[in-house]
């Protein structure tokens, strides 16, 4: 498997995975494109990172981060007063959003914790501190406790663009990992490899 950076062109592949996913979740209604990008305006951007993780040549997870700036964040949108009160502190400020994996690869977490992994590795980089996350409300749960995340804010009724959608807004201080816990993880499901940079 190989985790690299999604250029501009790969972003088809990236709006088909999200398509197709959501699509069997019931979140989305069936379009004749097979693509769908519920925040086109933070694609193609400087502030934003793209991430996906390949077997062989198949896209088989993506996650996407972006730098607060002057297009804001995925958060405004669907939590526009919370968001803004997390941007009044004062902290460098990012946002994750659009995580999704192949459904054939939900069996284990190894997927899906290389792109958590990938996104704090660039955050840290980036000398992030607060970022924001979104997730479906049976997910709260296991970010709490897996990745220390605080729950911000829910929506009980459905994001922009989606059906049968309700979300959980949540935030992740980076003085919150622990070393601990970044070692465990990375020992538990690191690939063997770095992300290919590019």
């Known amino acids: 498997m190989l985790l690299k950076y999604i250029n501009q062109e790969e972003l088809k592949e990236v709006y088909h995975l999200t398509y197709k996913e959501y699509l069997r979740e019931g979140y989305i209604q069936p379009n004749p494109e097979e693509m769908i990008s519920l925040y086109p305006h933070l694609d193609n951007i400087l502030e934003t990172t793209t991430i996906g993780i390949y077997d062989k040549q198949k896209l088989i997870g993506t996650i996407s981060w972006t730098l607060d700036g002057p297009f804001k964040l995925h958060t405004d949108i669907d ?7 997390v941007r009044d502190e004062g902290r460098r400020l990012a946002a994750s959003w659009r ?12 997927v899906v914790f290389n792109l958590i992994l990938a996104v704090v590795e660039e955050m840290l980089i980036g000398n992030i501190e607060t970022a924001l996350f979104t997730f479906n409300p049976k997910h709260e749960k296991v970010y709490r406790q897996i990745l220390n995340m605080d729950t911000v804010a829910k929506k ?18 980076i003085e919150k990992l622990s070393n601990k816990w970044v070692k465990e993880i990375i020992e538990r499901y690191k690939f063997k490899f770095q992300i290919e940079r590019v």
């Open 99 to 110: 995580i999704v994996t192949d459904y054939e690869y939900r069996k284990n977490m190894t």
């Open 79 to 85: 939590f526009p007063e919370e968001t803004q009160k």
């Open 156 to 173: 009980l009724d459905s994001i922009k663009g989606m059906n049968n959608a309700p979300a959980v807004l949540m935030r992740l201080d």
